[in-house]
């Protein structure tokens, strides 16, 4: 894999704006949440999630045309307007206005639920007040793809383009192959990638079909004991990707890009999770030329589930034995879905760049049955060059993302 | 003729489409201009404007450990396996792979998503695939735990350019060197949420189908899976399996315009011909037939009519373009995907299928089409446009293994 630099990130989460607001506190960010029905359908109250907080839409967007836009469109420009200021990249005040000359910057996301709950609003809408009096702005907007599409009819961004899923891993996906475009022979001048999931009435309604305890957990506890499942929570983060030959004035490296793993297991087992974490990051750590032993920390992505976070342990203990602290912010910021590897990558930009690891939110005693990791229990200083992400999916996907210090 | 280095070729094809079921049947159905596009029957249509799309017909379905799938699922799952049985590997897929070395990777629009209309209908009654309707990797996932495959896995969510988007990515995965083999595609089912939004938007055409035609009235919704197995060029030959062509170029550049509207000039179009013609090491003038999105809208037709121009030139006096969604209707999320394999047939046939239902071709369309009936040419470089809301664009270029000049 070629180079990629990250030289801006926006991060929506539970947390806050920002991703230092992640490698704050320990606490868990659960609050019940109602969510307005579609039409004729009860309401839904006291879903406990781990929800945005309100946007800064006024200050970071431009008056005219963003109205229109999806929720997710919406978050997602939020922390797109903030990765290419941070970036030093021209956001246009009016849309559309080419963000870079060709090839152009693109854009690559993740998702899992974009614009699920717009679909059923707009068929039940149908239903309800027949075909002919259904509000013609939801159409556009009741596809996976609206979130991306907003963000290069907004912005401009002329680069390739993508929306990708591949469960809780689709941002992993995303980063993966933005890194990709931009390190191997300039395929985009820059990508605006990572991944947007918002909760909604559809998505619990449809969540609580399969999952029952979905949002009736108040606390999650990742890697703990008495964990009995994750807390929904809901993202938005962006960031500028780069190749690293590339020398913009103005620009400033965040992170690097070292490594990108992605797997699959069709095997509906837990050793067939593992074996697809495990080569997940073995990629990333090809991709980058490095060894386990080089990896100085490990952002998991165990939300409190009971068999994923046995999965994860037990390939982050097969990798790395009980070496590199692992930590997990989803017990406060919530299992975020496609949005997942976005939001652990943005934690680990702020830990090398604060040179500090966050505590595992949630985790009382952790759990004997699990291999024998070393968990983080409070924030702390560490010196940190190479630290991981890893994503495990519950479908059988996985991601790892390998980010390093700048040099 | 020797393997080229990064050599991506097409082994096995499949199809579930309104006009047949299985490659071959498909393929003599588009040839000989058959429409699949008749009354509905999945949903009642009385409380609509257009009644007609092109439905897959007296599909069984297919299940999952005794669950019943989605009809996408089950096209998907249907058009994979008739495209591993051509391609020689089902049976025999581990001896000629590591199966971790092969993945898959669909496209679609709304893809499954259609089955939690049912239960939003009735207010209740989430059973069958509506309880998995909001997970769009299903498809991807069946598929793979159907043949025990664990390479990369993903799918590609770009709107109605998703087919080929699948197509072009996987493509990139084994040039990547992260896989040796994939199974690629499309699979989509009618949608009623969709339909609702076109006959709303009025851009469902009530009787037929016309792309380039001057008195063209819009798209019909479709439904059906296309599905392509990639393979790595030198291990394909290693194995000595039959080869459709090559994958050999791909552009997905958007519009980044309007989320309905394609951007009038083609730009995004364009731009993702000339770099699907860039990777693929090919001139414009090269193009023995352009396979069009052609979905038979006043808007769409006229912005890819207008790139097909600009990027050929004088050519496009000379390169034959059809649009096979005169015959089958737009599949949406499928519709690349099963636009890929109508290509590949046309090399392997040296047969262009017609664009049926031109009757006065658009004077602003200054394009060739290939009207109403098929056309006889020996066909070494093809392109295959799809494009989607939101100014999503992915273009294609299939070369011939062996080729004529």
């Known amino acids: 894999m070629g180079r990629a630099v990250i030289t801006g990130l926006g991060a929506l989460t539970a947390a806050g704006i920002g991703r230092a607001r992640l490698l704050e ?27 945005l907080p309100t946007l800064p839409v006024e200050t970071l967007l431009p008056a005219r045309g963003t109205r229109a836009l999806s929720d997710e469109g919406r978050a ?43 679909y059923a609003r707009l068929f039940t809408e149908g239903v309800a007040l027949g075909p002919e009096l259904v509000p013609p702005a939801r159409g556009p907007r009741a596809g996976y793809n609206t979130p991306a599409s907003e963000l290069s009819i907004m912005l401009g961004a002329t680069g390739p383009h993508l929306t990708v899923c591949s469960g809780a891993a689709s941002a992993g996906e995303a980063i993966a192959t933005a890194a990709h475009l931009v390190g191997q022979g300039g395929r985009a001048t820059a990508m605006l990638a990572g991944g947007i999931d918002l909760l909604s009435y559809t998505a619990v309604l449809a969540e609580r079909m399969l999952h029952p305890e979905f949002g009736t957990i108040p606390e999650a506890r ?3 004991r008495d964990r009995t499942g994750g807390l929904p929570g809901e993202a938005a983060v962006i960031m500028v990707l780069e190749g690293s030959a590339s020398s913009r004035p103005g620009a400033a490296c965040l992170a690097e890009v070292a490594g990108a793993g992605t797997a699959f297991t069709s095997a509906d087992n837990d050793a067939g999770s593992v074996d697809a974490a495990c080569r997940a990051i073995a990629e990333a750590l090809l991709g980058a030329g490095a060894d386990a032993a080089e990896v100085d920390a490990v952002i998991a992505s165990a939300s409190g589930s009971p068999g994923r976070d046995r999965t994860e342990a037990e390939a982050l203990y097969a990798m790395f034995g009980d070496r590199p602290p692992v930590c997990s912010v989803n017990g406060r910021v919530g299992d975020c879905a496609g949005a997942g590897t976005a939001v652990q990558v943005a934690l680990a930009v702020a830990a090398l760049e604060a040179q500090r690891l966050p505590a595992t939110g949630g985790l009382r005693v952790a759990d004997p049955a699990l291999p024998d990791i070393r968990l983080t229990r409070a924030e702390a200083a560490r010196p940190l060059r190479l630290v991981l992400t890893l994503t495990v999916a519950g479908g059988g996907h996985a991601a790892a993302i390998l980010l390093s210090r700048p040099r | 003729m020797a393997a080229q280095p990064h050599e991506i070729v097409v082994t096995g094809v499949g199809v579930v489409s309104p006009v047949g079921v299985g ?92 089955a939690i209309e049912r239960p939003l209908r009735s207010r209740g009654g989430w059973s069958g695939p509506a309880r998995t309707a909001h997970d769009p990797t299903r498809i991807s996932r069946l598929v793979a735990r159907a043949h025990g495959l664990d390479g990369p896995n993903l799918m590609m969510l770009t709107a109605c350019a998703a087919g080929n988007s699948a197509v072009g990515h996987g493509m990139e995965l ?35 189908v016309q792309p380039f035609d001057r008195d063209r009235r819009g798209l019909m919704l479709a439904e059906g899976a296309g599905v392509l197995v990639l393979e790595s060029g030198h291990l394909a030959k290693a194995r000595r399996a039959g080869v459709y062509g090559r994958v050999a170029g791909y552009g997905n550049l958007p519009d980044a315009h309007d989320m309905t509207a394609p951007h009038p ?25 352009i396979c069009a999105h052609g979905t038979g809208t006043p808007t769409n037709d006229a912005a890819e009519a207008v790139a097909i121009r600009e990027v050929l030139g004088p050519a496009a006096d000379d390169v034959p373009v059809s649009s096979i969604k005169s015959m089958l209707g737009h599949s949406l999320g499928a519709a690349g995907a099963i636009e890929s394999v109508a290509c590949l047939l046309a090399m392997r046939d040296g047969m262009i299928p017609p664009n049926m239902h031109l009757d006065n071709q658009d004077p ?42």
Do not use: Q
């Not at chain 1, 609050?31 to 359908?41: I, L, V």
């Not at chain 2, 040839?31 to 897959?56: K, M, N, P, Q």
């Not at chain 2, 000039?265 to 037939?289: F, K, N, Q, T």
């Not at chain 2, 200054?366 to 070494?380: F, G, K, S």
């Open chain 2, 174 to 208: 084994i040039r990547a060197g992260r896989a040796d083999a994939m199974v690629v595609g499309g699979a989509e089912e009618l949608s009623e949420t969709l339909f609702m939004m076109f006959n709303r938007f009025r851009a469902l055409a009530p009787e037929r």
């Open chain 2, 364 to 405: 602003r369309c200054e394009i060739r089409v290939a009207a109403n009936r098929p056309l006889a040419r020996r066909m070494d470089v093809v392109l295959n446009n799809s494009f989607g809301f939101g100014g999503n664009n992915s273009c294609v270029v299939f070369t011939a293994r062996e080729p004529s000049r």
């Open chain 1, 76 to 118: 997602g420009l939020c922390a797109a307007v903030l990765a290419c200021r941070e970036a030093g990249l021209p956001v246009p005040t009016e849309r559309p206005r080419p963000l870079a000359g060709e090839p152009g910057t693109g854009v690559a996301l993740g998702t899992t639920r974009a614009s699920l709950d717009e």
């Open chain 1, 25 to 51: 506190g320990d606490e868990p960010a659960a609050r019940p949440r109602s969510f307005a029905p579609c039409p004729g359908f009860e309401p839904v109250d006291g879903v406990y999630a781990a929800s």
């Open chain 1, 222 to 224: 990742p890697f703990d």
């Open chain 2, 23 to 114: 490659a071959e049947a498909f393929w003599n159905a588009v040839v000989s201009g058959t429409a699949g596009t008749h009354e509905l029957t999945l949903f009642d249509t009385s409380g609509y404007h257009t009644h007609r799309a092109g439905e897959v017909k007296g599909w069984e379905g297919e299940t999952d450990r005794g669950e019943s799938l989605s009809r996408s699922e089950s096209f998907a799952l249907a058009a994979t396996g008739m495209a591993l049985h051509d391609a020689g590997l089902l049976p025999g897929l581990e001896s000629a792979h590591d199966p971790k070395r092969v993945g898959v990777c669909f496209g679609m629009a709304a893809g499954n998503r259609p």
């Open chain 2, 265 to 289: 000039g083609g730009h995004g179009i364009a731009r993702s011909m000339r770099a699907a013609l860039a990777m693929a090491g090919v001139e414009p003038a090269d193009l023995d037939y």
